[in-house]
């Protein structure tokens, strides 16, 4: 549930797209709008009309995102397309058709039939063994069955991650593969719900740090309360620790301790309503712009990693604003944040509100 109606949602998005695309998205590169309204069924009990709703989306899209909105009916500008998402019928799997023929721009690629056996072979090994994550030399073993060399089932691991089917980091776990993507997910869950399952009951020095600023080390999270999916001798804190880091999920704070964003406190309504700016400033919005990538992923958190982590390194340093005398981030919440620009020409300070 959300405290925002679904028009402000849609703007949140919308806001988000526009400040992440190219120069080059245009024509028929750019990427594709599609709004599709999944309560077609109940439609009798709102009091807006479809043609008000479709003309808020022709306000809210157009002309900005002229080149990317996929039309329901382009002889009328309807950009909603109505589907009974509950018992959908003929007309909403023609519907449905009509969608992925619009948005499937791409040549069908050409691929070696074995690589889709080796995801099947893999899952089935994922079940015997009862785990998610393989070391590479035993897909090694299971691909030679399949006549694969090293460089054949190279390619097919790295195709395999493209379509999400797998999780493989050569670059940071080189050994690992991760048969069920759903294993990662699951350790960053577990952090959260056993930060969440201590309701202010903490123990020594590391559970408090772990729960009023959200610190962890290695040794902390070796701890069986942290055991889900770690596998002894393949996939353990450390691995964890380094694919955190890499996703920015976990930022360096100090020697051999690592901050965690995401198990930050939120800051209420009325608390973050004091840090806004009244919509009588007429100021240029501020434009975040990441070469490299990764705080691009849409995790609020990631900003934060971003910003604390020594990867940060462009032309202005940018540092996290820390109250007088602390030593740890105490000051940050989840979803609002303060940092300074101290060295370029025109030092300022900045709170982004999430």
Same mark, same amino acid.
């Given at each position: 549930?959300?405290?925002?109606?679904?028009?402000?949602?849609?703007?949140?998005?919308?806001?988000?797209?526009?400040?992440?695309?190219?120069?080059?998205?245009?024509?028929?590169?750019?990427?594709?709008?599609?709004?599709?309204?999944?309560? &077609?069924?109940?439609?009798?009990?709102?009091?807006?009309?479809?043609?008000? &709703?479709?003309q808020k989306?022709? +306000?809210?899209?157009?002309?900005?995102?002229k080149d990317?909105?996929?039309?329901?009916?382009?002889?009328?500008?309807?950009?909603?397309?109505?589907?009974?998402?509950?018992?959908?019928?003929?007309?909403?799997?023609?519907?449905?058709?009509?969608?992925?023929?619009?948005?499937?721009?791409? &040549?069908?690629?050409?691929?070696?039939?074995?690589?889709?056996?080796?995801?099947?072979?893999?899952?089935?090994?994922?079940?015997?063994?009862?785990?998610?994550?393989?070391?590479?030399?035993?897909?090694?073993?299971?691909?030679?069955?399949?006549?694969?060399?090293?460089?054949?089932?190279?390619?097919?691991?790295?195709?395999?991650?493209?379509?999400?089917?797998?999780?493989?980091?050569?670059?940071?776990?080189?050994?690992?593969?991760?048969?069920?993507?759903?294993?990662?997910?699951?350790?960053?869950?577990?952090?959260?719900?056993?930060?969440?399952?201590?309701?202010?009951?903490?123990?020594?020095?590391?559970?408090? +740090?772990?729960? =009023?600023?959200?610190?962890?080390?290695? +040794?902390?999270?070796?701890?069986?309360?942290?055991?889900?999916?770690?596998?002894?001798?393949?996939?353990?804190?450390?691995?964890?620790?380094?694919?955190?880091?890499?996703?920015?999920?976990?930022?360096?704070y100090s +020697?051999?301790?690592?901050?965690?964003?995401?198990?930050?406190?939120?800051?209420?309504?009325?608390?973050?309503?004091?840090?806004?700016?009244?919509?009588?400033?007429?100021?240029?919005?501020?434009?975040?712009?990441?070469?490299?990538?990764?705080?691009?992923?849409?995790?609020?958190?990631?900003?934060?990693?971003?910003?604390?982590?020594?990867? =940060?390194?462009?032309?202005?340093?940018?540092?996290?604003?820390?109250?007088? &005398?602390?030593?740890?981030?105490?000051?940050?919440?989840?979803?609002?944040?303060?940092?300074?620009?101290?060295?370029?020409?025109?030092?300022?300070?900045?709170?982004?509100?999430?």
């Amino acid at each position: 549930e959300s405290d925002l109606t679904t028009e402000q949602l849609l703007q949140q998005g919308l806001r988000s797209l526009h400040s992440h695309r190219s120069s080059k998205d245009k024509g028929d590169d750019a990427p594709q709008i599609v709004v599709i309204g999944t309560h &077609k069924d109940r439609e009798g009990e709102c009091k807006e009309s479809r043609e008000a &709703k479709n003309q808020k989306l022709r +306000e809210m899209l157009l002309p900005t995102f002229k080149d990317e909105v996929v039309y329901y009916q382009a002889a009328t500008n309807d950009i909603l397309f109505p589907m009974n998402a509950q018992c959908p019928g003929q007309e909403e799997e023609d519907m449905a058709q009509v969608v992925r023929n619009r948005v499937r721009r791409s &040549k069908p690629r050409r691929i070696p039939l074995p690589w889709m056996a080796l995801e099947i072979v893999l899952d089935e090994i994922t079940h015997v063994l009862q785990r998610g994550l393989l070391h590479k030399n035993e897909c090694l073993e299971v691909a030679r069955r399949l006549h694969f060399d090293e460089s054949t089932l190279e390619a097919a691991l790295m195709y395999l991650d493209e379509l999400s089917l797998i999780l493989y980091y050569p670059d940071i776990l080189p050994d690992l593969v991760f048969t069920n993507p759903q294993v990662l997910l699951d350790k960053v869950s577990e952090l959260v719900k056993v930060h969440h399952d201590l309701m202010k009951r903490c123990g020594d020095k590391a559970w408090q +740090e772990f729960f =009023n600023h959200a610190l962890v080390t290695v +040794e902390f999270l070796s701890q069986k309360d942290f055991d889900k999916h770690y596998v002894p001798g393949l996939f353990m804190p450390e691995n964890f620790v380094i694919f955190c880091r890499k996703l920015f999920i976990f930022a360096n704070y100090s +020697e051999g301790k690592f901050f965690v964003p995401c198990l930050l406190r939120m800051l209420g309504r009325d608390d973050v309503s004091k840090y806004r700016l009244s919509h009588d400033y007429h100021l240029t919005p501020l434009v975040l712009h990441f070469t490299d990538g990764p705080p691009r992923r849409g995790i609020f958190c990631a900003l934060i990693s971003f910003f604390t982590s020594p990867e =940060n390194r462009y032309p202005h340093q940018w540092k996290l604003m820390m109250p007088d &005398k602390s030593v740890t981030p105490d000051c940050l919440y989840r979803n609002c944040i303060e940092f300074s620009i101290s060295e370029a020409d025109t030092p300022c300070c900045v709170t982004v509100i999430d």
